[in-house]
């Protein structure tokens, strides 16, 4: 049973390009959770998707990212005209459907380097 | 606003000892707390959780013990091991409704030989 799988796992950009994050939740999850992770600092929530829906975006910046779950394929978080302060380690986590304690399961993450 | 306060930042322990983490809330409405497990370069592992109808919960040499009257809750190891080197990270979370983590700012703990 595959755990929660992110790609890339590393990734460059340069100021101003486009970052695409993926992210595809564990077997039966219908519930997936982006959080950003600064250096030696804890995880912060940015969204939470289930498909095709927003459930909560309150941790996201208003401009340049943006995040999908659609019905087929993985969640998507992109970040727009990327920034140095963008610099981190992005997780996804995913959940069982609702009715269920809320245990997260986080993928290894993916680390984001804007030059 | 940080919802959950971790202490402490660092944690120095010899292996066979005790290790010991406390975290505070703020948010009564929190009702589920997790404790996650994380090694440089991989992402958070969920270790133990505890929900406010108990007291305490043990697995293995992981325990937390959870105060609800004063929101504080703490992940004590036993027996720690060089391989528990890590850094830890309390969360907590509510169950119905927007049920994001909110996490602690973490706890690096080095189990000396």
């Known amino acids: 049973n595959a755990g929660v799988m992110q790609n890339p796992r590393h990734l460059v950009r340069r100021r101003g390009q486009e970052a695409r994050l993926r992210c595809s939740p564990m077997?039966?999850?219908?519930?997936v959770y982006w959080y950003r992770q600064l250096p030696e600092e804890g995880l912060k929530f940015m969204v939470y998707?289930?498909?095709?829906?927003?459930?909560?975006e309150s941790g996201m910046p208003k401009e340049r990212f943006s995040a999908e779950f659609p019905k087929e394929g993985p969640s998507i978080l992109r970040i727009q005209q990327v920034v140095r302060g963008d610099s981190a380690a992005y997780f996804c986590?995913?959940?069982?459907?609702?009715?269920?304690?809320?245990?997260?399961?986080f993928g290894p993450g993916t680390r984001l380097t804007v030059l | 606003q940080q919802q959950v306060k971790q202490s402490p930042q660092s944690l120095i322990v010899q292996k066979g000892g005790i290790s010991i983490i406390n975290c505070a809330y703020e948010?009564?409405?929190?009702?589920?707390f997790p404790w996650y497990q994380q090694f440089p370069g991989k992402g958070p592992a969920l270790l133990i959780a505890?929900?406010?109808?108990?007291s305490e919960k043990k697995e293995g040499r992981f325990t937390i013990s959870f105060n609800k009257s004063a929101k504080q809750f703490s992940l004590h190891i036993m027996d720690s091991q060089p391989g528990d080197s890590a850094t830890y990270f309390c969360?907590?979370?509510?169950?119905?409704?927007?049920?994001?983590?909110?996490f602690g700012t973490g706890t690096r703990l080095t189990v000396i030989p």
């Open positions: 948010n009564t409405a929190f009702d589920y």
């Open positions: 505890i929900r406010p109808d108990v």
């Open positions: 077997k039966g999850h219908s519930h």
């Open positions: 986590a995913s959940s069982p459907p609702a009715g269920g304690y809320n245990e997260q399961f």
């Open positions: 969360a907590a979370s509510k169950q119905t409704g927007a049920n994001n983590l909110f």
């Open positions: 998707l289930q498909k095709e829906n927003i459930i909560d």
